[in-house]
Antibody
Framework: QVQLQESGPGLVKPSETLSLTCTVS??????????WSWIRQPPGKGLEWIGY???????NYNPSLKSRVTISVDTSKNQFSLKLSSVTAADTAVYYC??????????WGQGTLVTVSS | AIRITQSPSSLSASTGDRVTITCRAS??????LAWYQQKPGKAPKLLIY???TLQSGVPSRFSGSGSGTDFTLTISCLQSEDFATYYC??????????FGQGTRLEIK
C-alpha cells in the first residue's frame, strides 16, 4: 500500500515561495505506475488540482497556477516536491500530495496546512 | 474549461436511507469521472473511478453511474460512518482536472 507524507513550513510570508515535499513509502516514485500529484484545499472550501509529475520529470500544471508552480521529483530519496512562488493570502490552504494512476487520485497524504501571512 | 456542478450542495438523511448525489458536466466527459469522500480534518478518499468502478476496499453500498454529462453517486443504505462531504472530479479535459464544489451529507 502506497503511503504519502507531506512536509514543509506551515507559515510562509507574502511574495515568498512555498516549498513542500512529499515522501513516498510502500512504493517507488520510479515505478512508472503513477503520476505524482499536488492538490490543495483552502479552509472551508473545495479541492483544486495543482499539477503532477511523472518519474521521468514530465509535468502538467493547472493553467491557473502554471506561471508560479514547479513540481520536481527526486528518485534517490523517493520524494517529489512543490514550489509555489509569489504567494498571497489566497494560497493559504491544506496541501495534499497524492498518487495518480490515471488522472484520478488513489492514495493521499494526510495534508499539511500552509498559511500565508506576514 | 469544463464545469462540474454537484447537487445538492447539502443533504440531510438518516441511517438506513438510500441517498443519491448528482454531478453534471458542462460538456460530455465520457466516463472520466471519480468520486471521493472527505471527513472533517482528513484527506479525501477515492470511492469510485471511471464513473462506476468501485475502488478496492470500498463497501458495495456505494455505487456510481452515468456517462456523458450526468452522473450519480448512490449510497444504498447509509451507515453512520458515511456522513461526510462528497466530491466528484472530472479528468476528461486532461490536463485540466476539476472538482465539483462538494455535497455535505449530514445526519437528519
Amino acid at each position: 500500500q502506497v503511503q504519502l507524507q507531506e512536509s514543509g513550513p506551515g507559515l510562509v510570508k507574502p511574495s515568498e515561495t512555498l516549498s513542500l515535499t512529499c515522501t513516498v513509502s510502500g512504493g517507488s516514485v520510479s515505478s512508472g505506475s503513477y503520476y505524482w500529484s499536488w492538490i490543495r484545499q483552502p479552509p472551508g472550501k473545495g479541492l483544486e488540482w495543482i499539477g503532477y509529475i511523472y518519474y521521468s520529470g514530465s509535468t502538467n500544471y493547472n493553467p491557473s497556477l502554471k506561471s508560479r508552480v514547479t513540481i520536481s521529483v527526486d528518485t534517490s530519496k523517493n520524494q517529489f516536491s512543490l514550489k509555489l512562488s509569489s504567494v498571497t493570502a489566497a494560497d493559504t490552504a491544506v496541501y495534499y500530495c497524492a498518487s495518480t494512476p490515471g488522472e484520478y487520485f488513489q492514495h493521499w497524504g494526510q495534508g499539511t496546512l500552509v498559511t500565508v501571512s506576514s | 474549461a469544463i464545469r462540474i456542478t454537484q447537487s445538492p450542495s447539502s443533504l440531510s438523511a438518516s441511517t438506513g436511507d438510500r441517498v443519491t448525489i448528482t454531478c453534471r458536466a458542462s460538456q460530455g466527459i465520457s466516463s472520466y469521472l471519480a468520486w471521493y469522500q472527505q471527513k472533517p480534518g482528513k484527506a479525501p478518499k477515492l470511492l469510485i473511478y471511471a464513473a462506476s468502478t468501485l475502488q478496492s476496499g470500498v463497501p458495495s453500498r456505494f455505487s456510481g453511474s452515468g456517462s456523458g454529462t450526468d452522473f450519480t453517486l448512490t449510497i444504498s443504505c447509509l451507515q453512520s460512518e458515511d456522513f461526510a462531504t462528497y466530491y466528484c472530479q472530472q479528468y476528461y479535459s486532461y490536463p485540466l482536472i476539476t472538482f465539483g464544489q462538494g455535497t455535505r451529507l449530514e445526519i437528519k
